[in-house]
């Protein structure tokens, strides 16, 4: 009688967690403006643009000279752990777009550089297609950066998008910045300009580029947002055992999700089981 009546306990406890166990987290979403930019240009590989109100990324079949955008990630952004991100785009508003059948890829840098203060002028401080500084010269003209490690633009009218969420940890990133460039550069042959002149740190206010983060206060494995982890978050993580495109509050692992909840998100759980902030005393 006794096990018989600890097992219905036991089942009404499961069912009242199962009751509670509805996401009710709020996410955050915060922008960061990015005020360090220039672009490079190899038509004028003396010249440094770290004031120009344009960022421009080409490529132009006139005269096969290639510009690229570089930028600096904002340092605040860095202050939101892995485990609080959701999700982290850079924005860039494009007035004209020329891309045609080509679009424009983010690259980590892998040397940084200096924004200068030249409005296509040979300033002598900042970064230009030959040099990163104005004295010191790129391993490779035209800027440094990782080849292998990149993220083709989202196009929404007159902004385009890049998701960074999975490069979140990319040192390179964190420590030197990135490049726009065209994923094309091949020569698009005479008369033809594929481009994109985005509008840059220096630019009209509305226009300005940025960094859109995504994240909870504390973490992403406090699912129903009582900051803390613990039978809440199970239950909510079981009842979406193995579904696919679940809530993104569900789907945890890696950030901003992968489609289904499975070990990834349970082990995410697990690794800050009963973890709190201290504002609550869990179960």
């Known amino acids: 009688m006794k096990a018989r009546y600890l097992y219905l306990v036991t089942l009404s406890v499961v069912a009242g967690l199962l009751m509670l166990a509805t996401p009710v987290k709020a996410n955050i979403v915060q922008t960061f403006a990015i005020d360090v930019d ?22 132009n079949g006139m005269d096969g000279s290639l510009a690229r955008a570089l930028f600096k990630l904002p340092d ?9 991100l959701i ?11 020329r891309t045609a059948d080509r679009t424009v890829t983010l690259h980590p840098l892998i040397r ?19 040099t990163y500084d104005g004295t010191n010269w790129w391993t490779c003209t035209g800027g440094d950066y990782d080849g292998s490690c990149f993220v083709d633009a989202d196009k929404l009218s007159n902004w385009f998008s890049w998701d960074i969420t999975r490069l979140w940890d990319n040192t390179n990133l964190r420590s030197f910045g990135a490049m726009l ?12 300009i594929p481009r994109a002149p985005f509008t840059s740190s220096d630019g009209p206010a509305n226009e300005r580029p940025y960094v859109e983060v995504t994240y909870v206060s504390w973490l992403r494995a406090d699912i129903n947002g009582d900051r803390v982890v613990n039978l809440v ?10 579904q696919n495109e679940p809530s993104i ?33 869990g179960l």
Do not use: C
């Open 38 to 59: 220039t672009y490079i240009d190899s038509r004028d590989p003396t010249y440094n643009y770290g004031v120009a109100t344009t960022a421009k990324v080409v490529v």
């Open 181 to 192: 460039m065209m994923n094309d550069e091949s020569d698009p042959d005479y008369p033809n």
């Open 87 to 97: 999700s982290s785009k850079v924005w860039f508003y494009v007035w004209m777009d």
């Open 76 to 84: 605040g952004i860095w202050s939101i752990s892995e485990d609080q």
């Open 233 to 242: 978050d199970f239950a909510i993580l079981a009842s979406n055992w193995l």
């Open 249 to 281: 509050d569900v789907d945890i692992v890696p950030p901003g999700g992968d489609g289904i909840v499975d070990a990834l998100d349970l082990n995410e759980l697990a690794s800050h089981w009963l973890e709190t902030d201290g504002d609550s005393d």
């Open 112 to 130: 940084g550089f200096a924004e200068g203060t030249g409005d296509g002028t040979p300033s002598g401080d900042g970064a230009t297609w030959q």
